[in-house]
């Protein structure tokens, strides 16, 4: 429901600035992240290029979790997976994430649902650096759902990351 | 040959239940062990652990090549540098802190590589985040310091995949224990389930076995229930029909399939009894209370198919079925034996009428005929005081004999007739046994010694004088034997002897023996010789005649005293009769205990007499006119009570059954009025007094009862009863009478023939003495003869005052003295005075 609800904010605001189909505001800052494939908004020819700061304009969202990769508890924040499917209108059923040293891993896009999996860039309140797992981490709500505390699950949960392709 | 006791099924199908919930608890917990280390197994963690461990290696000879390449590189890319050192850094810091390392970084081998990384990354960090210029100027320092570090990069990685080489082996180990353990169990599982299979078939088999036998059972009870002849109905607790055998059908009339599943009450309870079954239904359903089920047979009516009612046996029984309560119903029909058993009871209830109309008929023809022979009797010892020609006294002497042994037949008659009703009464008296042996002894020693037979008695052991018992039937009962004895023994001798047995657990016992030498008795006679009408050898009752009444009445007799009579015997040797009595030893009376005559009995009285029969009245009147009563007769007792209004009577003799007005109604009316005679005695005179019509005659108002045939001492006594209580027996009366005498000849003769007797001695003593007093003096042998004969009948009468005088007389006369007879003659008109009263009351002691 709050996910046809956001749908149908999404499309009102997207009405309401007479922008371009699949238009994206360009990035000022450094790019953090590339969305290329089955997208239908787009900013740079057929990808979509963020920054910090158009990422962080999307809406946020928060999970306390602890992490196998880390000690303790951790405060992370970013945008949900399914957040940035529906600011993007992808398509297609996978995700296919890569990290700067170019690990790959592919993600359902079914995995992108409310309260699932999120695109974290800061943890403890703090932006993520490379020898941090930064700058962005695709973290999942482990102490939320034993669901979530797979070795599939850990497996997609990829940092460092800074490459998304949409694939059919 | 023994069996286990083996526990209920349901027990142990319960702990067969629990191991198999076991068992499968068991193999469920070690499937989850199995998953979650086949999980383990399965996920990539190590794969990943092991791929990421590589990766640091990867990793960092990215950065060495990165910075080979710098070094060479007039411009290198500096930028690329860095991420490769951050994406190192990055994952050395994954190393450290990830708690999936965590059991690595205990291995000391990894742990000292990761430290010495750690230590070579935190001093190139400096140079790393210096400013590009600083950065290229050490590069060739930094190049030489990851040479030196890529040996311990590569350590850590070979020292993380042998752990986890040896920590996979490991867990292999433990999943195949695991897998075995579970192979164990799931044997041990599966041998329970086919043990528990067997067990299951074993009581499948059983089972079939039993239900087998129930149905064999069912049939044979089918058979049992088909075949019998009472009715079988089961019924539910509603009184719904669920089974109906054969006989039932045949009884009812109704078939099987009509019968079963209607209810009991339409079907076989008759409609007058429908509500008492369905009350006693719904009694059964709430309380539980039974009154008729497994009580037992009762009897009760049912109802057949056409309405017809009749008469059943009904037994019930209950069974609890898993059903619910079952009851089985045995009917038989019972309308024969009801028919059969009415029958029976009424043949009885006739066959009983017509014992009662017989032994009515004896004892009334018994007292018809007594009456007419008692007045018979009587007018015949009048008809003897008369004067008669020789013949004459020897003819009248001949009917009075007869007339006597007529009474004794019929007496003996009425006696069985009494005893046979139950109304024999016993009368128990003071009595003598020595006295009344000596007497029947006596007795019968006269034809004894006609029969040329010695007779002896004689006491075994101590005598036992004085006993209280029914005297008459005593005497009764030893004159019948030893008569017999006498009667049938020729030339031989009859012992009689007297025991007394004082130790018998019942009390003192009289034991009296009569043994004879005379013809015996036969062998086949033996058991029936105390039968009524049982007479001995048929030839030789010519000889002794008899009605053969005289055992059966001892025997009764006997009986009725609560004794036992036996006899042995041997045809042609002789009979031996025993008797066995209970006795009551008293002391002996006193010499001077009075006697009940009265003294008075000579004192004249005016007597009413209410008789209807002539002769009875006219002999009554006799008996008391010649007893000095004055008396005044009455017809019937309308005459009677007129009579008694108008004067005064002393007694009033009131026969009962009169025409007119009987004796009862009479009675009433007397007492009733208040003539003169309102009050006098009235004393009833019956034929046929029973207890209960006594009572009734005594609350009618009558003083006292005689009963008939009237003895004169009866209604003497009876009349003189209702004057003043008799005084005490003087010393002169004792002196006059011989007491001892009267009593035998009264014991002997009866007290009817010894009234007889005393009229003839009465007669001959009056014509004797006026003969003697008219007498020539001078002819003294006819004077001694007179007053010899006369002496011996006073000697038979008792009157001993008068023998006496009347020997003097003789032996006066014999002696020729003249002036010694006269005043002897003289003496003997107030002797005699002095005499007849008493021997007219004698013999009264005794009910007679």
């Not at chain 2, 009563?629 to 009962?656: C, K, S, W, Y």
Request: glycine letters at 8%.
């Amino acid at each position: 429901m709050y996910r046809v609800l956001c749908h149908v904010a999404a499309v009102v605001a997207l009405s309401a600035a007479p922008l371009r189909a699949g238009e994206l505001a360009a990035p000022e800052g450094d790019v953090i992240l590339t969305v290329t494939g089955a997208i239908t908004t787009t900013n740079d020819g057929d990808s979509a290029r963020f920054d910090l700061g158009m990422l962080e304009a999307l809406e946020d969202r928060s999970i306390e979790t602890a992490t196998i990769w880390t000690e303790g508890t951790k405060l992370f924040q970013g945008v949900s997976l399914s957040t940035l499917v529906d600011t993007l209108g992808i398509e297609g059923d996978r995700l296919r994430a890569t990290a700067i040293n170019d690990y790959t891993v592919e993600i359902p896009l079914s995995d992108a649902v409310e309260g699932g999996p999120m695109i974290a860039y800061r943890m403890d309140g703090e932006v993520m650096s490379v020898r941090n797992k930064g700058p962005l981490w695709i973290v999942y709500p482990y102490d939320g759902n034993s669901d979530y505390r797979t070795e599939v699950i850990y497996s997609r949960s990829i940092w460092q990351l800074d490459r998304i392709e949409a694939v059919e | 040959m023994f069996t286990l006791k083996t526990p209920p099924l349901r027990t142990r199908l319960l702990a067969w239940f629990l191991l198999s919930v076991l068992g499968l608890a068991v193999v469920a917990f070690m499937s989850v062990t199995v998953a979650k280390d086949l999980r383990l197994l399965n996920s990539a963690s190590s794969d990943n652990v092991q791929w990421t461990l590589s990766q640091a290696e990867v990793e960092f000879l990215e950065y060495e090549l990165h910075l080979a390449r710098a070094i060479q590189d007039p411009a290198p890319h500096l930028r690329d540098l860095r991420r490769e050192f951050d994406i190192f850094y990055s994952r050395v810091a994954t190393l450290r802190e990830s708690s999936i390392y965590e059991t690595l970084r205990r291995q000391e081998d990894f742990s000292t590589n990761l430290d010495k990384i750690h230590a070579f990354l935190l001093g190139t960090v400096p140079a790393i985040d210096g400013s590009d210029a600083d950065l290229i100027e050490g590069l060739p320092h930094l190049f030489e310091q990851a040479r030196d570090i890529r040996s311990t990069v590569r350590r850590l990685s070979i020292s993380g995949l042998t752990h986890f080489a040896a920590e996979s082996d490991q867990r292999r180990t433990k999943i195949a224990v695991t897998l075995m353990q579970m192979a164990a169990v799931v044997s041990i599982l599966l041998l329970a389930l086919l043990l528990l299979a067997l067990y299951l078939n074993r009581l499948n088999i059983q089972n079939i076995r039993r239900r087998s036998q129930v149905v064999e059972a069912n049939k044979r009870m089918k058979i049992v229930t088909g075949t019998a002849l009472d009715a079988v109905v089961v019924s539910d607790a509603t009184g719904r029909v669920l089974d109906f055998n054969a006989a039932a059908e045949q009884i009812f009339g109704y078939t099987t399939e009509e019968a079963i599943g209607r209810d009991l009450a339409d079907l076989i309870v008759p409609d007058h009894f429908r509500a008492a079954h369905e009350a006693g239904l719904k009694r059964m359903r709430e309380s539980g209370e039974k009154r008729v089920v497994g009580k037992g047979r009762v009897k009760l009516e049912a109802k057949r198919a056409d309405g017809q009612l009749f008469p059943v046996e009904l037994a019930i029984q209950s069974a609890q079925t898993d059903d619910g309560e079952r009851f089985i119903a045995f009917l038989r029909d019972i309308s024969h034996l009801v028919k059969a058993e009415a029958e029976l009871v009424a043949a009885r209830d006739r066959a009983l009428a017509g014992e009662k109309a017989k032994t009515d008929f004896l004892a009334t023809m018994s007292h018809e005929i007594r009456t007419p022979l008692n007045g018979l009797l009587g007018n015949l010892s009048l008809l003897r005081e008369t004067r008669l020609s020789p013949k004459q006294a020897r003819y009248i002497k001949n009917m009075d004999t007869s007339g006597k042994l007529l009474m004794g037949h019929i007496s003996d008659v009425l006696d069985i007739t009494k005893y046979d009703a139950g109304k024999l009464r016993l009368r128990p008296v003071e009595m003598n046994i020595s006295t009344l042996l000596q007497d029947i002894i006596d007795n019968q020693s006269g034809a004894a010694s006609a029969n040329d037979t010695t007779l002896q008695w004689g006491w075994v052991d101590a005598p036992l004088t004085w006993i209280r018992a029914d005297r008459d039937r005593i005497q009764h009962i030893l004159m019948n034997l030893i008569g017999n004895a006498v009667k049938f023994t020729h030339g031989g001798s009859v012992r009689v002897t007297a025991q007394v047995d004082r130790d018998a657990p019942e009390g003192p016992q009289l034991l009296v023996t009569v043994r004879d030498t005379g013809i015996g008795i036969d062998a086949d006679q033996i058991d029936r010789i105390f039968d009524d009408f049982m007479t001995g050898d048929s030839s030789y009752d010519r000889d002794v005649g008899g009605t053969g009444l005289g055992l059966g009445i001892a025997k009764r007799f006997v009986t009725a005293l609560g004794g036992t009579i036996e006899v042995d015997s041997e045809k042609g040797t002789g009979s031996t009769f025993r008797i066995r009595l209970p006795v009551e030893p008293i002391a002996a009376p006193a010499q001077a205990a009075g006697h009940e005559t009265g003294g008075e009995a000579g004192r004249p009285k005016h007597v009413l007499l209410v008789e209807d029969n002539e002769i009875n009245r006219v002999l009554a009147r006799e008996m008391l006119t010649a007893a000095g009563h004055r008396v005044t007769e009455a017809p019937n007792g309308r005459v009677a009570v007129d009579l008694a209004e108008q004067q005064h009577f002393d007694v009033i003799l009131m026969d009962i059954s009169m025409p007119v007005l009987d004796g009862r109604g009479a009675t009433r009316e007397i007492r009733a009025g208040t003539g003169p005679s309102a009050q006098s005695p009235i004393i009833a005179v019956t034929a046929n007094a029973m207890a209960e019509e006594k009572q009734a005659f005594l609350s009618d108002g009558m003083t006292d009862i005689l009963t008939k045939p009237l003895t004169r001492e009866g209604l003497l006594k009876a009349v003189s009863d209702q004057a003043a209580p008799a005084p005490a027996e003087t010393e002169a009366v004792a002196d006059l009478v011989d007491r001892a005498t009267l009593d035998e000849m009264r014991d002997t003769l009866g007290a009817e023939a010894q009234t007889a007797l005393l009229g003839r001695f009465v007669t001959e003593v009056d014509r004797t003495l006026s003969e003697l007093s008219d007498a020539d003096p001078q002819d003294l042998t006819e004077t001694a003869a007179q007053a010899h004969k006369t002496a011996g009948s006073a000697g038979v009468m008792g009157a001993a005052k008068l023998r006496a005088a009347l020997v003097a007389v003789e032996n006066a006369a014999k002696r020729a003295d003249h002036a010694g007879t006269k005043t002897a003659i003289k003496a003997l008109p107030a002797i005699w005075a002095a005499t007849l009263p008493i021997l007219q009351v004698q013999g009264d002691r005794d009910d007679s």
